[in-house]
C-alpha cells in the first residue's frame, strides 16, 4: 500500500512538472522539509497571536510590534545582506566562508547595540516611556548576536541540507513559541515579553550554529569575493529594511498604539502564510544559482503566472474565511478583519519574488542596487503621502500600490539581467 501511494505521487509529480516547467521533484525532496517547518512556524505563530490578541492589552501588543520594529532597524549593522552571500558560497562549495562571514557580523553588530544604548538613554531622559528605555537597555545585550547566529541556516540552504534547517528552525520556534505564551500567561510587562522573545531565539541558534560548524562544513576554502558581495547586498537593502518596518513605526507616531495594535493583527495570518509560501523561494534558491541566467529568463515568468493562477483561487477562499477565523480567535480584533481581506490579495502576487531572486543571484552589481533602491524608495514615499492622511488603509494601499507597479519593474530588469 505504501509503495502503491509512493508511486502515485511520483506520477503526480512528474505530471506537474509538464505544467509547471519546472523540478517539482526537487522542491518535493526540499520542500518537504521546509514546508514541515513552515507549517510548524505557521502553527506556533498562529498560537502566539491568539495569545498576544487574548492576553494582552492592545496598547500593550501595539508597543511591543513598536520595539520589534525599532529593533529590526537597529539590526541593520549586523549585515543580513551575508546571509545570501552565505546561500550562495555554500551552493558553490566554499564551506569556509562561514567563520569569517560570523565574525563580520558581529564586529559590526557591536554597532547595533551602540544605537540601542542610545535610544535606551534617549528614552530616559525624556522621562516620558521608561519601559521603552529599559527594553532597549536590555535588547543592546542581544543585538550583535541573534541575527548573526541566522548564518547557520543560510549555509544548511546553501548546502541543500533542508532536513536539517527544518529541525532546526521548527525547534527554535517552538520553543520560543511556548517560552512566550507561558510569559504572556503570567506577565504583561514589556520588557519580560521582550526578554522572552530575545533569549531563546538567541541562545538556540548559538547552539545550532556550533552544531553546524562541527558537523556540517566539509572544507575550509573561502569564496575570497563573498564578504564583500555581502556587504554590497547589505548596503543596498537598507532602504528595504527600512520599508519593510516604516509602516509600523510611522503608525505609532501618527496614529496610536492601539492602530499599531489593530494593523499588526491584520497583517498577523497574512504574515503566516507568506512565510508558508516563502519556502518555495528558499528551496529555489540554489537551484537558480546553479542554472544558466539564460534559461531561467526563457522559463521563470510562465512558472510565474500559472503559480499565480493557482494561488488565486486559494486567495478567495482564505477571504471569505478570514472574519470567522477573526471572530473565533480574536473576537478583540475584529475591526482587524477587513484589512486583513484586503492585505490577502498580496498573496496573488507572491510567486514574482522568483523575479528578483534570480536577478539577485544572477545580474550585475549595478541592476542590483537600482531596483533595491528604486523599489523601497517608492514604498516609503507612498507610505508617506497615504498613511498620515488615511491611516491604516493609506498603509494597506502604499502596499497594494507598490506591489502591482513593481511586478512591471522587476520583470523589466530581470530580462536586463
Request: proline share 3%; glycine share 4%; hydrophobic share 55%.
Amino acid at each position: 500500500m505504501r509503495q502503491k501511494i509512493k508511486n502515485l505521487i511520483q506520477i503526480l509529480l512528474k505530471k506537474s512538472e509538464s505544467f509547471l516547467k519546472t523540478d517539482t521533484r526537487y522542491l518535493a525532496r526540499g520542500g518537504f522539509w521546509l514546508t514541515l517547518a513552515q507549517i510548524i512556524s505557521t502553527g506556533s505563530g498562529f498560537l502566539l497571536s491568539i495569545a498576544f490578541a487574548n492576553l494582552l492589552p492592545q496598547e500593550t501588543y501595539g508597543t511591543y510590534k513598536y520595539i520589534l520594529s525599532i529593533l529590526s532597524l537597529l539590526s541593520i549593522p549586523t549585515l543580513s545582506g551575508m546571509n545570501t552571500a552565505i546561500v550562495r558560497a555554500a551552493a558553490r562549495g566554499y564551506d569556509g566562508t562561514l567563520q569569517p562571514a560570523l565574525k563580520a557580523k558581529m564586529r559590526w553588530g557591536t554597532l547595533s547595540a551602540l544605537a540601542s544604548l542610545v535610544l535606551a538613554g534617549y528614552y530616559y531622559l525624556l522621562g516620558a516611556n521608561n519601559q521603552l528605555a529599559m527594553a532597549f537597555l536590555v535588547a543592546a545585550a542581544f543585538l550583535p548576536f541573534m541575527d548573526s547566529f541566522t548564518l547557520f541556516d543560510s549555509h544548511l540552504q546553501g548546502k541543500k541540507l533542508f532536513d536539517a534547517t527544518a529541525k532546526y528552525n521548527a525547534t527554535i520556534k517552538i520553543t520560543a513559541t511556548i517560552t512566550m505564551i507561558v510569559t504572556l500567561f503570567f506577565t504583561s510587562n514589556i520588557v519580560f515579553v521582550l526578554l522572552a522573545y530575545l533569549i531563546p531565539y538567541t541562545f538556540l541558534r548559538l547552539i545550532f550554529l556550533k552544531i553546524t560548524l562541527k558537523k556540517h562544513l566539509a572544507n575550509n576554502k573561502v569564496e575570497t569575493e563573498a564578504l564583500s558581495y555581502g556587504f554590497h547586498l547589505t548596503t543596498i537593502g537598507i532602504l528595504a529594511n527600512i520599508t519593510t518596518q516604516l509602516d509600523s513605526i510611522l503608525m505609532w507616531h501618527y496614529l496610536n498604539a492601539s492602530s499599531l495594535a489593530v494593523y499588526a493583527m491584520a497583517l498577523a495570518p497574512i504574515n503566516q502564510i507568506k512565510s508558508l509560501l516563502k519556502s518555495f523561494v528558499v528551496i529555489s534558491m540554489p537551484k537558480m544559482a546553479e542554472q544558466n541566467k539564460e534559461i531561467i529568463k526563457k522559463s521563470l515568468p510562465l512558472k510565474i503566472i500559472k503559480s499565480v493562477l493557482i494561488l488565486s483561487i486559494f486567495v478567495i477562499a482564505l477571504i471569505f474565511v478570514l472574519p470567522y477565523i477573526y471572530q473565533v480567535f480574536f473576537p478583540k480584533y475584529l475591526e482587524s478583519i477587513k484589512y486583513a481581506q484586503f492585505l490577502a490579495l498580496t498573496l496573488i502576487l507572491f510567486p514574482e519574488r522568483l523575479l528578483s531572486i534570480s536577478t539577485l543571484v544572477h545580474a550585475n552589481k549595478k541592476i542590483i542596487y537600482f531596483t533595491n533602491i528604486l523599489n523601497p524608495a517608492f514604498k516609503i514615499l507612498l507610505l508617506f503621502l497615504l498613511l498620515p492622511i488615511y491611516g491604516i488603509s493609506g498603509a494597506i494601499a502604499a502596499v497594494l500600490i507598490q506591489q502591482i507597479i513593481f511586478i512591471f519593474v522587476d520583470y523589466y530588469f530581470f530580462k536586463k539581467m
